[in-house]
Nanobody, 125 residues
């Protein structure tokens, strides 16, 4: 049974930083590209960042480029999202995702195979 468990969310002031973690189990971790999506209240889920199976290739949504960094540790079956210079508009539930197709890391992630349950990030102004 595949499990993706997010942690690290919370309340932070604008301009602050948070680091999200996602622990994966039940899958061959280095066979999957990993990523993050988010869903703000009243909005559709949207792509945030993705890392290829070996972490060499990454991609980001334009809205987070230069502020967020995705990384992964295949020895720990974990993926991380370092979020700096946070803005109130970054407030959302952040979801960890696993999929074998890098192209699925876009839009609302309709093709993503596995999802975590999410962790809430709230950025106050």
């Amino acid at each position: 049974q595949v499990q993706l468990v997010e942690s690290g969310g919370g309340l932070v002031q604008a301009g602050g930083s948070l680091r999200l973690s996602c622990a994966a189990s039940g899958l061959i971790f280095n066979s999957y590209h990993m990523g993050w999506f988010r869903q703000a209240p009243g909005k559709e889920r949207e792509f945030v960042a993705a890392a290829s199976w070996n972490g060499i290739t990454t991609k980001y949504a334009d809205s987070v480029k230069g502020r967020f960094t995705i990384s992964r540790d295949n020895s720990k079956n974990a993926v991380y999202l370092q979020m700096n210079s946070l803005k109130p508009e970054d407030t959302a539930v952040y979801y960890c995702a696993a999929d074998s197709a890098f192209s699925d890391y876009s839009g609302s992630g309709v093709g993503i195979r596995y999802w975590g349950k999410g962790t809430l990030v709230t950025v106050s102004s």
